[in-house]
């Protein structure tokens, strides 16, 4: 294939695969000097160490979601909905950010039961739970709550924390499709909620497809993120 071939979209997709990778690598380094300074007693370098692990994470994930929606837009995603446990698909997804989690003492309370089962895509849903504890991360006090359940013909996946919430600029939009701009002051680009957003859509069954809202409240009165697939 000829340079001229290459389109600019599929350049930026190959360069933000290894720059995914590089992150993966670095993520670790930085996990294992963060356990060094804690065993060190050296509380000053493990606090400081936390909030670089913590962008970090963001990062990676926000590389991995750009990658899925330029494959969503060149429609080469391998879209495979089968039925799955949905505990499984939680526990999963929290395994993956639980470094993260030991680290800084957030606890983490998982509501589903064992025989729970629903049909979906299990990488991206995956994708989606770990999209949201990121973000509940960011913002809660010191607790996550995540609840499945299914509802009215619809499975029903909550991420909770126990932060502040969101604001009313963000709840008051006409679905958070619509919210694609970029704040520069907190650095938000609402990659995360639209990344969410379409895999809920892709996501439909006798006509009906699913969604992603916010709300504030739940168990703990804070932030809610919540997805419901038909």
């Not at 992603?212 to 997805?227: D, K, P, R, S």
């Given at each position: 294939?000829?340079?001229?071939?290459?389109?600019?979209?599929?350049?930026?997709?190959?360069?933000i695969?290894?720059?995914?990778?590089?992150?993966?690598?670095?993520?670790?380094?930085?996990e294992?000097?963060?356990?060094?300074?804690?065993?060190?007693?050296?509380?000053?370098?493990?606090?400081?160490?936390?909030?670089?692990?913590?962008?970090?994470?963001?990062?990676?994930?926000?590389?991995?979601?750009?990658?899925?929606l330029?494959?969503?837009g060149?429609?080469?995603?391998?879209?495979?909905?089968?039925?799955?446990?949905?505990?499984?698909?939680?526990n999963?997804?929290?395994?993956?950010?639980?470094?993260?989690?030991?680290?800084?003492?957030?606890?983490?309370?998982?509501?589903?039961?064992?025989?729970?089962?629903?049909?979906?895509?299990r990488?991206?849903?995956?994708?989606?739970?770990?999209?949201?504890?990121?973000?509940?991360?960011?913002?809660?006090?010191?607790?996550i709550?995540?609840?499945?359940?299914?509802?009215?013909?619809?499975?029903?996946?909550?991420?909770e924390?126990?932060g502040?919430?969101?604001?009313?600029?963000?709840?008051?939009?006409?679905?958070?499709?619509?919210?694609?701009?970029?704040?520069?002051?907190?650095?938000?680009?609402?990659?995360?909620?639209?990344?969410s957003?379409?895999?809920?859509k892709?996501?439909?069954?006798?006509?009906?497809?699913?969604?992603?809202?916010?709300?504030?409240?739940?168990?703990?009165?804070g932030?809610c993120?919540?997805?419901?697939?038909?």
């Amino acid at each position: 294939m000829s340079i001229e071939e290459i389109s600019f979209t599929d350049l930026i997709a190959s360069s933000i695969h290894d720059m995914k990778n590089s992150v993966n690598i670095q993520v670790n380094a930085l996990e294992k000097m963060a356990i060094d300074a804690q065993a060190r007693s050296d509380l000053e370098a493990f606090k400081s160490l936390l909030g670089v692990i913590a962008q970090a994470h963001r990062m990676n994930a926000n590389l991995i979601q750009l990658l899925s929606l330029y494959k969503f837009g060149k429609a080469i995603y391998p879209l495979d909905i089968t039925e799955q446990s949905v505990f499984d698909v939680i526990n999963e997804a929290l395994m993956q950010t639980r470094s993260m989690l030991d680290l800084t003492g957030i606890s983490v309370d998982v509501h589903c039961e064992l025989d729970c089962y629903w049909y979906f895509d299990r990488d991206l849903i995956t994708g989606v739970l770990l999209n949201a504890v990121n973000n509940a991360f960011n913002y809660t006090q010191d607790k996550i709550r995540i609840a499945a359940c299914i509802t009215d013909g619809f499975l029903s996946l909550r991420v909770e924390d126990n932060g502040r919430g969101y604001p009313d600029n963000m709840l008051n939009r006409e679905g958070l499709t619509v919210n694609k701009s970029i704040n520069f002051l907190s650095g938000s680009t609402g990659l995360g909620f639209y990344f969410s957003s379409q895999v809920a859509k892709l996501h439909k069954n006798n006509g009906q497809c699913g969604a992603l809202t916010i709300e504030n409240g739940g168990a703990y009165g804070g932030g809610c993120f919540v997805v419901k697939l038909p």
